[in-house]
């Protein structure tokens, strides 16, 4: 009888619970410490993107000139840059939180 890895249990690398093997990612990490970490990691690159959009903003109004001609144009432009960086920013930070290690999620209450 040949067991699979999935039914068996391991332990979290980030936390140490004991979860089934199907429940934890590539890296052994539980869905409340990935959890836990995505949240931070989209938290910084929300940051990171309405910063960037604040300064091309600023540029476009100081520099450049915000003409009636080209304003679909720069607006099209600040909605890629932030979509672009957010989710570069987030990729990046998703990887070195995760790297650093997370404190474990706290247990939740129900009651």
């Given amino acids: 009888m040949k067991i699979s890895?999935?039914?068996s249990?391991?332990?979290c690398s980030n936390c140490g619970r004991?979860?089934?093997g199907s429940r934890l990612d590539r890296r052994l990490w539980c869905p409340e410490c990935r959890g836990e970490v995505i949240r931070r990691?989209?938290?910084v690159g929300r940051v990171v993107g309405?910063?960037?959009v604040i300064i091309l903003s600023l540029w476009i109004y100081t520099m450049v000139g915000p003409t009636p001609r080209f304003l679909v144009v720069y607006v099209v432009?600040?909605?890629?840059a932030y979509f672009f960086l957010f989710k570069l920013t987030r990729r990046v930070?998703?990887?070195?939180?995760?790297?650093?290690?997370?404190p474990p999620p706290l247990p939740r209450e129900d009651g």
């Fill in 5 to 7: 890895w999935r039914e």
């Fill in 9 to 11: 249990e391991f332990e």
């Fill in 18 to 20: 004991p979860y089934p």
């Fill in 41 to 43: 990691a989209t938290r």
């Fill in 50 to 52: 309405l910063a960037t």
């Fill in 77 to 80: 432009m600040i909605v890629a």
């Fill in 93 to 102: 930070a998703f990887e070195v939180i995760r790297g650093r290690g997370v």
